[in-house]
């Protein structure tokens, strides 16, 4: 019985891994199948899977949470494309509801370390540390899509331990705390009190709203023709 049911479970396995989607070819990822494009050069067909070949269109995605190896993925290409060219925008798009303080200040810093403007675009949602990086798009060129929403709030933090520990990491988050909330001032233009109290709890935007409040600059209902 235990024999005949690991059948049937390697069976399915092996369908999944191999079937296609109706639209083409796909690779199967821990988050699930990526669709593969081919292309036709002079030296014969090329695949890639989708995510590799927008980023030769200097598209690179932030989608899901913000954690120390997506953040080294996100770098590694925002660094790639400044070698590649360092005078043409790159474009971020961003759909997370948040993570990681350090991961997120990692993609940030270097955002505004490298030569490339970083446009940013919110796509579904961008949340914490996710609305915190839209912000940090370069100015002019942040922007949600019309249904998109944007949430703002103070870091979180728990720890357990000694009382002299649980001192010092409360001193900790509260220094994160003021930074992030320094920076949101710094591309808002809002006053650091106004920012202080406006992330005190969960604060949820649709896309007029955090254009008002200066965490983006436009909202896109339609791409804007290349000229």
């Known amino acids: 019985m235990a024999d005949t049911r690991h059948s049937i479970v390697q069976k399915e396995f092996t369908r999944i891994m191999t079937q296609k989607p109706i639209d083409g070819p796909a690779m199967v990822t821990n988050s699930g199948l990526v669709p ?6 002079a030296r014969g067909e090329r695949s890639f899977d989708i995510f590799s070949r927008l980023l030769k269109e200097r598209v ?3 989608v899901g949470p913000v954690e120390d190896h997506m953040a080294n ?4 290409q925002l660094l790639f494309l400044e070698s590649e060219n360092p005078d043409k925008d ?6 997370s509801p948040g993570g990681s303080v350090t991961a997120g200040m990692s993609i940030y810093d270097t955002m505004q370390f490298i030569k490339p403007d970083v446009a940013t675009l919110c796509v579904g949602q961008a949340a914490s540390m996710g609305a915190f990086l839209l912000a940090g798009g370069a100015e002019g060129k942040r922007a949600c899509l019309p249904n998109s929403r944007v949430m703002i709030h103070q870091p979180l933090g728990g720890y357990q331990g000694q009382a002299t520990d649980i001192e010092i990491h409360t001193r900790e988050i509260l220094k994160i705390r003021h930074t992030l909330n320094s920076i949101l001032a710094h591309h808002t233009g809002q006053k650091l009190e106004t920012i202080a109290k406006d992330t005190d709890r969960d604060n949820f935007m649709d896309p007029q709203q955090a254009k008002d409040y200066g965490l983006i600059d436009s909202i896109l209902d339609k791409r804007v023709p290349n000229k």
């Open 36 to 41: 593969i494009v081919i292309e036709q050069t």
């Open 60 to 62: 690179i995605f932030l």
């Open 73 to 76: 993925l996100i770098v590694a």
């Open 90 to 95: 790159i474009h971020l798009y961003i759909n």
